[in-house]
C-alpha cells in the first residue's frame, strides 16, 4: 500500500476528472450515476417483506452486538456476503423508550474498522460515531479489498480495540431513527454492504395515541444495490477505494425493502403505519401508491408532527423519514396496492407491493392532535453553509473536510439559522441539532418539509434556511453531506456546541 499524506489522494484527483457524469446527473432527478448489475434481476413482488429482528438486551439498558461478515440470501438462489450488525442486513431494531438510557457495546469481527453513528440522536459527542473514532476489528487484522484504510491514521484518530460502549440517554421524543457505519472515507461503501438498521425510539406521548400498531406497524428500509453475477454486491472501487466515474454517488439498479429486492406484504383492508427511511447511498426518491392514494404523516425524521398532513406524494432524499399512516380498506380485497417511486424508470419505478388479503377489525385512528412538539425559539444569528463542488472536490464553504476543523460554534440553549445553498443534489445532514425548514428560495417550505428534521434536500441552486435548535450535548459534531459518496469525497463540516 502506498502512504497517502491526508488531504490528498482521492480528494486530488477529483479536481481533475471531466464533469460529464455529473453534468449529465445535475440536469434531471438523479443524484448519482447507475452501476449497471449483472445477475439475472430477480421478479418482483415475490419476496415477503421481512421484518428485522427485534434486538433484545443482555441486561436492562444494555445491549451488545456483533457487527460481522455474513453470506444471506437477497437475490433468490444465489448468496451474497453482507457486513451486517449482528450479521443480518439491515441490522436488528432497537427499541428504545425515552427516559431510558441505553447502552450498547458494538464488538467489530469484520474485515475493516468501524464508528456506528445514531442518525437522528441526541448523543453525547463521545458516543455520537465520530469518522476517527473507531473500532479496529478484534484481533488486530484489517485485511480486504477496503482494509488498507485500516492502515492510514487521520490526526487525532481514536481506536478502540475489538469493541467499544457507545451510551445514548435516549432524552428524546418518540421518532423513527437509524444507525449506521459513519468511518471517514468509507461509509459509502461499508453501508452499501450492510452496515445499517433501525432504532425506534417510543414515549408516553406516542403510546397514548390510537395509531396502528403491532403488525400493523412497518418499519420500511428502502435502499438500492447492485449485484455482481454471483449475487455478491458489486460497488466501484478504484485502486484507493472508490471510482471517479461514481463520485456524483452510487445508484444501485435492484431495489430493497428490508433488504429484500421488490418484496411483497400481505395486509388486511385497515389502516397501516409505515415508519419511511431513504436508507440509498445517493438515490433520491419520489413515493406515491399506485393505483392512487394517499399518505396520511403522522411524523418526520426526529419527531411526531403536531397534527397529521395529507400528501399524494413523498420526496425523499438519502436518510430523510416519514412516518405516515396508509388506510388500506381504502381498496377492494384481492386488489393489489404498489409503493411506486416515480423519479426512476423501468424496474427502479417500482419499490414493494401490498396484497389487501381480506377484511379485518381495526381499532386505529389518526387523531386531529398528535403531539405537542417543542417550538420554535428565535434564533440569535445567522450562519451561511455553501455545498459545492470545486476544483478540488465536493466541499462545504470551500474547504474539504479535515477532522477537528470548526465551521460553527453554537451556544448550546439556543438556535440559529442556517442557509443552506448548493450546486447540486445535496442531502444535508446536522448531528445532534434537530431543525425546521423555514423556507426555500425565501417561499414557503413544502407541505412534505414540515416537522423537526435532520435531513433537508437541498436541490441544484437552491438556498434552503432551517431553524436549528442546540439542545443536549456540549461537544463536537458534524454536518455533512448524506449521499454518502459525497460525504466520504469530504463534503463534511465540524461544529463544536459550547
Ligand atoms: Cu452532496
Known amino acids: 500500500m502506498r502512504p497517502r499524506p491526508a488531504g490528498l489522494s482521492r480528494r486530488g484527483f477529483l479536481g481533475v476528472l471531466g464533469g460529464t457524469a455529473l453534468a449529465a446527473a445535475g440536469c434531471g432527478q438523479y443524484a448519482g450515476e447507475l452501476l449497471v448489475g449483472k445477475a439475472p434481476t430477480p421478479e418482483p413482488f415475490r419476496v415477503p417483506l421481512p421484518i428485522p429482528q427485534v434486538a433484545a438486551p443482555v441486561a436492562p439498558g444494555r445491549y451488545e452486538v456483533t457487527q460481522r461478515v455474513a453470506r444471506v440470501e437477497i437475490l433468490p438462489g444465489l448468496r ?16 428504545l423508550r425515552r427516559g431510558t438510557p441505553a447502552t450498547v457495546r458494538v464488538r467489530n469481527e469484520l474485515p475493516v474498522p468501524t464508528s456506528t453513528h445514531l442518525h437522528g440522536g441526541v448523543t453525547p459527542s463521545d458516543s455520537d460515531g465520530y469518522p476517527t473514532d473507531i473500532v479496529i476489528p478484534a484481533g488486530g487484522h484489517a485485511g480486504g479489498h477496503a482494509g488498507h484504510a485500516a492502515r492510514m491514521t487521520h490526526p487525532g484518530e481514536v481506536h478502540h480495540e475489538g469493541a467499544r460502549d457507545y451510551h445514548y440517554p435516549v432524552g428524546q421524543r418518540a421518532a423513527t431513527l437509524w444507525y449506521h457505519d459513519h468511518r471517514m472515507d468509507y461509509t459509502a461503501p461499508a453501508v452499501w454492504q450492510g452496515l445499517a438498521g433501525f432504532a425506534l425510539v417510543r414515549d408516553e406521548e406516542e403510546d397514548a395515541l390510537p395509531l396502528p400498531a403491532g403488525e400493523r406497524e412497518l418499519p420500511l428500509m ?34 430493497l425493502v428490508n433488504g429484500a429486492p421488490w418484496p411483497v406484504a400481505e395486509v388486511t383492508a385497515t389502516r397501516y403505519r409505515l415508519r419511511l427511511l431513504n436508507a440509498c447511498n445517493a438515490r433520491r426518491l419520489n413515493l406515491r401508491l399506485a393505483p392512487g392514494g394517499r399518505f396520511t404523516q403522522v411524523g418526520s425524521d426526529d419527531g411526531l408532527l403536531a397534527a397529521p398532513l395529507e400528501h399524494d406524494a413523498l420526496p425523499m432524499s438519502p436518510s430523510e423519514r416519514y412516518d405516515v399512516v396508509v388506510d388500506f380498506s381504502a381498496y377492494p380485497v384481492g386488489s393489489t396496492v404498489t409503493l411506486v417511486n416515480t423519479l426512476a424508470d423501468g424496474a427502479a419505478g417500482n419499490v414493494m407491493r401490498f396484497v389487501v388479503a381480506r377484511r379485518a377489525k381495526d381499532d386505529s385512528a389518526v387523531p386531529k392532535r398528535l403531539s405537542r412538539p417543542p417550538e420554535r425559539r428565535a434564533p440569535v444569528t445567522t450562519r451561511s453553509f455553501d455545498f459545492r463542488r470545486t476544483d478540488s472536490g465536493w ?10 476543523d470548526l465551521l460553527a460554534r453554537p451556544r448550546l440553549g439556543t438556535a440559529e439559522v442556517w442557509r443552506l445553498t448548493s450546486d447540486f443534489h445535496h442531502p444535508v445532514h446536522v448531528h445532534l441539532a434537530h431543525f425546521q425548514v423555514l423556507a426555500r428560495n425565501g417561499r414557503e417550505p413544502a407541505p412534505t418539509d414540515a416537522g423537526w428534521k435532520d435531513t433537508v434536500d437541498v436541490r441544484p441552486y437552491e438556498v434552503v434556511d432551517v431553524l436549528a435548535r442546540f439542545e443536549g450535548y456540549r461537544g463536537r459534531y458534524m454536518l455533512h453531506c448524506h449521499n454518502l459518496e459525497h460525504e466520504d469525497m469530504a463534503m463534511m463540516a465540524d461544529f463544536e456546541v459550547i
Open 222 to 255: 428502502i435502499c438500492d444495490r447492485s449485484f455482481g453475477e454471483d449475487g455478491s454486491f458489486l460497488y466501484p472501487r478504484d485502486h484507493e477505494g472508490h471510482d471517479a466515474a461514481y463520485m456524483a454517488g452510487v445508484e444501485g439498479d435492484v431495489i
Open 80 to 95: 451474497t456476503e453482507v457486513w451486517g450488525y449482528g450479521g443480518t442486513f439491515p441490522g436488528p431494531t432497537f427499541e
Open 395 to 404: 466541499t462545504v464553504n470551500g474547504r474539504l473536510y479535515r477532522p477537528g
